[in-house]
């Protein structure tokens, strides 16, 4: 584990020096720099080449009871002097907000020292020609597969990141942070008898470039999974089964992340506000923030204002635990901060794949991904169009395209049935997949 360069270091500590100078009565700063590699391929070659390095430093200040948020990318001294200088009188001529101040540092005690495993040290042997010929893998095993003559078009590629960053506080904190991704990535657009040109797609991500899978599995996943979609069409609306992949049952279970923010809760935006320690869910929602995932996607010792990473419950056996609570809105709230937001995911795995739990549901819909649509964080409703497959039989049948599911979040949870052992490696959520019961689908 490496710490960020003793530059950022320096530029943080002037940042908040510079700050009091000019008199501030507290400060925060964040220095960063970060590297960033994007290459798209395109029907047999290079679309583009990005690459793009950048540094900047983003500071907190509380000044006479006010409060702004500023930044710049100059961070020469004599810049940042007359940057913060300016941004101080600005900050003076703002509305006061009692509620702004820094953490109280007994939130920074705490932090754990391990190695999160979130970057790698061969970063900087990535070439061009590995981004490229990886690119061009995935394009031609998509072109491989059975039935390719119906492709229209392919478009892969390879994105890479580095970003160290500092963070100090006048009242004591300090910390850094290195990290790493590496992603790949391939869509495929087919032609339908009928006209309409359905597409989809296969990526994953990794925080060590030598555990990047197949990019050629994923070409031909991106392929095979386009191709089904093929003659796609409605079936007739009824309550079924839901089999929600686990590659997209992060958007139902991301609808429930916005409304346990602090925020949300103090807006009156919250269709889980007066929830916490009720049940909203079957007794197979258990779930539980765990920040301390080796190599995970949202791993962290510390949250974007310094407090202490820390493993909690969200819900258990359907019970809500937490509330994601900053600084801020606690103290608007009267309620004792734990964290901004969440980090990773970690679900109560079931005992059964997806293929299992398919070949369980009788009759139904396997929902592969979702198509427009909203859900609504203050009421709970959500309304939102999917795709997939039926379920006859316990065996997948046709393509299905066009339909929805409409409810309410309160309601829905309450009907997860079966949860999966194959919780999605390539997002903080890390959803299994999900098996809900009685949900209503909107076709012919």
């Not at 990535?185 to 296969?202: C, F, I, L, M, N």
């Not at 346990?260 to 909203?280: D, M, P, T, V, Y």
């Not at 258990?286 to 310094?306: N, Q």
């Not at 734990?338 to 739990?357: F, P, V």
């Amino acid at each position: 584990m490496s710490k960020a360069s003793p530059e950022l270091y320096e530029v943080a500590q002037l940042a908040v020096d510079l700050a009091l100078k000019k008199g501030a009565s507290a400060a925060a700063a964040r220095a960063a720099k970060s590297r960033d590699v994007e290459v798209r391929w395109r029907d047999g070659k290079v679309e583009q080449v990005q690459e793009s390095t950048t540094r900047g430093v983003s500071l907190a200040l509380y000044v006479d009871g006010r409060y702004a948020a500023v930044s710049s990318s100059d961070l020469r001294r004599d810049a940042l002097e007359t940057f913060i200088a300016d941004s101080v009188v600005m900050t003076r001529s703002l509305a006061p907000d009692p509620h702004r101040a820094l953490p109280d540092p007994a939130l920074y005690a705490g932090r754990r020292e391990m190695d999160l495993q979130i970057e790698d040290p061969a970063y900087l042997t990535v070439s061009a020609e590995k981004r490229r010929t990886l690119s061009k893998e995935m394009e031609d095993a998509a072109r491989a597969v059975k039935g390719a003559e119906a492709i229209l078009s392919v478009s892969s590629g390879f994105n890479d990141n580095r970003t160290e960053s500092v963070r100090i506080a006048s009242n004591g904190f300090s910390g850094d942070r290195v990290e790493t991704t590496f992603f790949i990535g391939a869509e495929v657009a087919v032609k339908d008898a009928d006209g309409r040109r359905p597409s989809d797609s296969s990526f994953a991500g990794v925080r060590y470039v030598g555990e990047l899978p197949s990019a050629a599995e994923h070409g031909r996943i991106a392929a095979e999974r386009a191709l089904s979609r093929l003659g796609a069409k409605k079936v007739a609306s009824k309550s079924m089964t839901m089999v929600l992949d686990n590659r997209v049952a992060g958007r139902l279970v991301g609808a429930l992340g916005g409304p346990l923010s602090g925020q949300a809760l103090q807006q009156k935006r919250s269709f889980l506000e007066g929830k916490l320690g009720q049940a909203i869910g079957s007794k197979l929602l258990h779930v539980s923030d765990d920040p301390f995932v080796p190599k995970g996607f949202g791993s962290r010792l510390f949250d974007g204002e310094g407090l202490a990473a820390k493993q909690r419950p969200v819900f258990e056996d359907g019970v809500l635990r937490t509330y994601f609570i900053d600084t801020y809105y606690g103290r608007k709230l009267n309620m004792a901060p734990t964290t901004g937001g969440m980090s990773n995911l970690a679900w109560r795995l079931g005992e059964r794949s997806r293929e299992e739990l398919i070949g369980a549901a009788g009759e139904g819909i396997y929902v592969t991904g979702f198509l427009g649509g909203n859900s609504n964080a203050t009421t709970g409703d959500y309304s939102l169009g999917v795709q997939g497959f039926v379920i006859r039989g316990g065996a997948l049948g046709e393509p299905v395209a066009e339909m929805n599911i409409s409810g309410n979040q309160l309601e829905l949870w309450k009907h997860l049935v079966a949860v999966g052992d194959d919780p999605y490696p390539y997002s903080t959520l890390r959803t299994p997949t999900l098996v809900f019961d009685a949900i209503s689908f909107a076709g012919l």
